[in-house]
């Protein structure tokens, strides 16, 4: 079942912080987060098992709650270059995307 | 993380041709995947593709319309059969890493157009 993102879109300025969010109907044991620039593949991000600590890269992490079968992706001062779209993905031998966040970042 | 040369990168191809889609991995692995993409939308999955066995498809797909081989644990081809313009999208695989800290990569894609 596709996991459901929040919001659909983001507009922010250079330095300003992003949370998107992803949840789902069904229970979670992993959720993978993926960015995607115009024109080009996704990108692996990292994944949140479950029982697993935060993570996080560069300024960018993410929380999982296995509880509220949720996880959301955290965008601290941020940068032009993270503008793209992200995806969660949910599932265990196979992914199953949401239908995506829209960044951009304006300088 | 894993290498994947897809090809071709993109075609225009005449209503009720067919085309087929190669993905080489630089690296063995069990299970590749098969996704399409809308221009704007998510990536949605077409089948999995288990090497020695028959893929697996998802709902609204069938293999008539996308047959799927996988002769070795480094190769699949995906054939997009009797085409028409609303298979126009970009068709990427992928394979799940392996490793502690592992996620999925993806061939850069195959950009259909269909007239």
């Known amino acids: 079942q596709q996991p459901v993102q929040s919001p659909q879109a983001v507009i922010l300025r250079e330095g300003e912080d992003a949370v998107i969010n992803c949840s789902s109907s069904?229970?979670?044991?992993?959720v993978h987060w993926y960015r995607q620039k115009h024109g080009e593949a996704p990108v692996f991000l990292m994944i949140l098992l479950k029982g697993g600590e935060q993570k996080g890269h560069e300024k960018i992490s993410a929380s999982f709650n296995e509880k509220k079968q949720q996880s959301s992706l955290y965008l601290t001062a941020s940068q032009l270059s993270y503008s793209g779209t992200y995806f969660c993905g949910t599932g265990d031998d196979k992914i199953i995307f949401g239908k995506g966040t829209r960044l951009h970042i304006l300088p | 993380s894993a290498v994947i040369s897809q090809k071709p990168s993109r075609d225009i191809c005449q209503r009720g041709t067919s085309l087929t889609i190669q993905c080489q991995v630089d690296s063995q692995v069990t299970m590749m995947f098969w996704y399409r993409q809308q221009p704007g939308q998510s990536l949605t999955l077409i089948a999995t593709?288990?090497?020695?066995?028959?893929?697996?498809?998802e709902s609204g797909f069938v293999i008539d319309k996308f047959p799927i081989s996988r002769p070795n644990l480094t190769f699949s081809t995906l054939t997009v059969s009797n085409m028409s313009p609303e298979d126009s999208s970009i068709y990427l695989c992928?394979?799940?890493?392996?490793?502690?800290?592992?996620?999925?990569?993806f061939g850069s894609g195959t950009r259909l157009t269909v007239v």
């Open positions: 593709a288990n090497q020695g066995s028959e893929a697996t498809y």
């Open positions: 992928s394979v799940e890493d392996s490793g502690e800290d592992y996620g999925y990569t």
């Open positions: 069904k229970a979670l044991y992993s």
